[in-house]
């Protein structure tokens, strides 16, 4: 059964940081690609970072360049989300996803979530 468990979310204040995990089962982890998302009340889901094993390239959102750093253990089958400077915008719920090779947009798994909250 393959699962996505995100965690590490929480309340922080503006400024702050929060590192998120994702947790990956029942696949091969080195041969997907594993993207953020983030959804925030009333908005549309965005694409916030992707980190392919296949090739270990990266990508991010322009919202979140410089301030948030994604990182894969394969290991322990984890993805890692490292947000610095956390702003009030940063507030949504963030979910982890996973499609083969590289960050294309083509997710096949989706975790559940968590939430990140950013208050000032």
């Known amino acids: 059964e393959v699962q996505l468990v995100e965690s590490g979310g929480g309340l922080v204040q503006a400024g702050g940081s929060l590192r998120l995990s994702c947790a990956a089962s029942?696949?091969?982890?080195?041969?997907?690609?594993i993207g953020w998302f983030r959804q925030a009340p009333g908005k549309e889901r965005e694409g916030v970072s992707c980190i392919s094993n296949s090739d270990g390239s990266t990508n991010y959102v322009a919202s979140v360049k410089g301030r948030f750093t994604i990182s894969s253990d394969n290991a322990k089958n984890t993805v890692y989300l490292q947000m610095n400077s956390l702003k009030l915008e940063d507030t949504a719920v963030y979910y982890c996803a996973a499609e083969v090779g590289l960050c294309r947009g083509l997710y096949d798994y989706w975790g559940q979530g968590t939430q990140v909250t950013v208050s000032s």
């Open positions: 029942g696949f091969t982890f080195d041969d997907y690609a």
